[in-house]
């Protein structure tokens, strides 16, 4: 017998492996860059062309979207080289190898930890900060103080999800069931919510919670495992469900359950919403203390983000006691930190919000406090805390992606007893991934975060008048001398004064409440609109929602692959062309929606009811490849770089035109494609049925 020979191994030139390397990697990061340049381009040359404001903090925001190009190129090949050969693997070997509690166990834990590796599940962390306790303290619960309850919670419910998606996979389960049983229970439960005045605000957070869990490696990982299983399924002769279609819908209404259980769950304990002294006050302390860690940290939020009579409102009209309290604070630089973030925030908030008494208990003198302006405003700039942000993302990265990666191989190894397929690629594939998720989040942070929080800002300046915050200035020096007065075109006198630019002189209205004698400080922030009238402009706000949409969702790459696929299962029928275009019109309507949601108030779940019940019965009269297609649509509309960017758009949005929260958009992009889809899906089936009669 010849013995098998070894294989060899080919020495290449250091020069060559270099450039086969770089030619490989400027591939990945071209076709990362095509996914973000669209999207970003277009909020760009909107905010400079159409509403004329330049981009705040430029400079760190593009370096942001560098950052999220690079890490989206070392996440995505971490992710096609580590974790998706682990999940395939396991779900071709399970089935073989165990028994079903085996496999529905693992399949939950895949779902639960797939959810924590997810890069946009930060943002929900982070939209915490948006949502005051007074306007909404159940929202403002699970966003800050339980914000490791409700991604416990979204986690769960995509465990839950896959857990039955498997289930399906193995014995052959119709996915309109399913369908109609979830579907039944959110919509039930929303519009129950809506007559409460907690849970009414909860509702968006909710939905959009579907949307957020569908992302770059839920989807990949829970399609990897069910094509494995689909496979051992089909083996005996019967088609798997639509080759693995249908979790992805799953995984979409589960979590939506479960927040909406989570907010039930805390209902009983929250106090009503309210104005910001009534929440504060002593009669509403103890409710409205649940909702923070402590009384130091409610007391510290009251000071930071509370309107004056709110302060006093806390300090029982003290305000001797809350002088006190301010003084202690200026001595305590831990504090400082641990309250306001930084001493020179608490620093800023004296000057500008503290009480003349206030400051000059802190700093002695009125010479003293006009030296702090001073300082304050010649170190504006302020800078990034590198090693922080780096220090910060990292370790979070670590915390998502090493204990699913430690999951996956000890299920390999010690309950299957298989050894790990080149075990090289999928290291180096799990340290990309690290690398890339800690960078995505880097980017996040520094510039998807800031741009749609930006644009959503400034999309009311269109049919508004809006204050520029991220404009505003410190006049040094200011002498109310200069005032004079001017009178408009219908009559009204307008106290006005003029200053020196570049490019000349403007004219600016003066606000005497903004000046302040004591430093010689006058504080302007300027205002912006509207700049097509009320009407006019909302509707320039709803086509800017719609474009958004429609470009973001055509460069998503996974709708290109979804649309390869649904070409080859119904033959050539339904074009990957007219699939794309389905889905893409379906989020650009689902956005422009909810922008007109957040624009006029409307409630939520009265834009949600009308699509669903039409999907209901576009779900029963559908065939089953059809439906599991459909659903699934959704799902891939929701990315990595649109679920940070729509978040923040619609945050900040909301902020402007007096919303208490700006969620609800993510929702209304995921059912409006499948209405599309399902739509074209019964035009398609009845255009090929006509043909085959007409050839018959």
């Not at 005051?132 to 465990?159: E, Q």
Request: charged share 15%.
């Amino acid at each position: 017998m010849a013995l098998q020979q070894a294989p060899q191994r080919v020495k290449l030139p250091f020069g060559q492996i270099v450039n086969m390397l770089g030619r490989y990697a400027k591939a990945k990061v071209v076709e990362q860059i095509k996914t973000v340049t669209l999207i970003v381009a277009y909020l760009v040359l909107f905010q400079l062309i159409v509403l004329n404001i330049p981009v705040a903090n430029a400079l760190v925001v593009a370096m942001g979207i560098g950052v999220v190009v690079l890490g989206l190129a070392f996440f995505m090949e971490g992710l096609f080289l580590g974790l998706m050969p682990l999940g395939e693997t396991c779900g071709i070997r399970l089935p073989q190898k165990t028994v079903l509690p085996v496999i529905l166990l693992f399949a939950f834990i895949l779902g639960l930890g797939a959810t924590f590796a997810e890069p946009a599940i930060g943002v929900l962390k982070s939209a915490g900060s948006s949502v005051t306790p007074w306007d909404a303290p159940l929202l403002f619960l699970l966003l800050n103080k339980f914000s490791g309850y409700l991604v416990w919670s979204v986690g769960i419910g995509v465990g839950i999800a896959v857990l039955f998606g498997m289930l399906r996979f193995l014995y052959h389960w119709s996915l309109k069931p399913f369908i109609y049983v979830l579907y039944a229970i959110t919509g039930s439960v929303s519009i129950w919510a809506y007559f409460d005045p907690n849970l009414v605000h909860l509702t968006g957070l909710a939905w959009d919670c579907g949307g957020v869990t569908t992302g770059p490696v839920t989807v990949p990982l829970v399609l990897a495992l069910g094509i494995g299983i689909s496979r051992v399924a089909s083996q005996g002769g019967e088609e798997g469900a639509a080759g693995g279609f249908g979790v992805v819908t799953l995984a979409s209404a589960f979590p939506i359950v479960a927040v909406m259980g989570l907010g039930l769950y805390f209902l009983p304990k929250m106090p009503a919403p309210a104005s910001d002294a009534e929440f504060c006050g002593p009669d509403n302390r103890d409710k409205a203390l649940y909702l923070f860690v402590d009384e130091a940290d409610m007391q510290g939020y009251v000071l930071k983000n509370g309107s004056a009579d709110a302060r006093r409102a806390f300090f029982a009209g003290d305000i001797a006691a809350l002088d006190d309290y301010v003084l202690e604070l200026a001595g305590d630089p831990a504090a400082q930190v641990a309250v306001f973030g930084s001493a020179r925030a608490f620093s800023a908030w004296l000057i500008s919000e503290g009480s003349v008494e206030q400051r000059l208990k802190v700093y002695g003198s009125e010479q003293r406090v006009r030296e702090e302006a001073e300082a304050l405003y010649a170190s504006r700039a302020g800078s990034l805390d590198i090693p922080e942000l780096l220090q910060r993302n990292g370790l979070g990265a670590l915390q998502a992606i090493v204990p699913l990666s430690i999951f996956l191989i000890l299920v390999l190894l010690v309950i299957l007893r298989e050894k790990i397929q080149r075990a090289d690629e999928v290291v180096l594939g799990l340290v990309f991934a690290v690398i890339g998720m800690s960078l995505f989040s880097i980017g996040i942070e520094l510039g998807l975060s800031r741009l749609g929080g930006d644009i959503g800002t400034n999309l009311p300046t269109s049919f508004m008048a809006v204050e520029m915050e991220q404009e505003h200035e410190v006049i040094r020096n200011f002498d109310p001398e200069i005032v004079t007065s001017a009178i408009s075109a219908e009559g009204e006198v307008e106290e006005i004064f003029s200053r020196r630019t570049s490019d000349g002189y403007e004219q600016l209205l003066y606000r005497a409440e903004n000046f302040d004698a004591r430093t010689g400080q006058y504080s302007h922030t300027p205002i912006r609109g509207p700049l097509w009238g009320s009407r006019f402009g909302i509707v320039i706000v709803i086509i800017f929602g719609f474009m958004m949409g429609y470009s973001a969702t055509l460069a998503e790459p996974a709708l290109n692959a979804l649309g390869t696929t649904v070409e080859e299962l119904t033959v050539g029928t339904f074009k990957k062309s007219l699939l794309m275009q389905a889905v893409a019109i379906g989020v650009g309507v689902g956005i422009a929606s909810g922008v007109a949601k957040i624009i006029y108030g409307w409630p939520l779940i009265w834009m949600l009811v009308p699509p669903y019940l039409a999907l209901m019965v576009l779900t029963a009269i559908s065939s089953e490849d059809f439906v599991n297609i459909g659903w699934d649509s959704a799902g891939v509309t929701t990315g990595p770089v649109t679920v940070p960017l729509v978040l923040a758009m619609g945050l900040g949005l909301g902020s402007q035109v007096g919303s208490i929260e700006g969620f609800g958009i993510l929702s209304l992009a995921s059912v409006c494609p499948i209405l599309s889809v399902l739509l074209v899906g019964l035009y398609v089936t009845g255009r090929r049925k006509a043909e085959l009669e007409e050839s018959v």
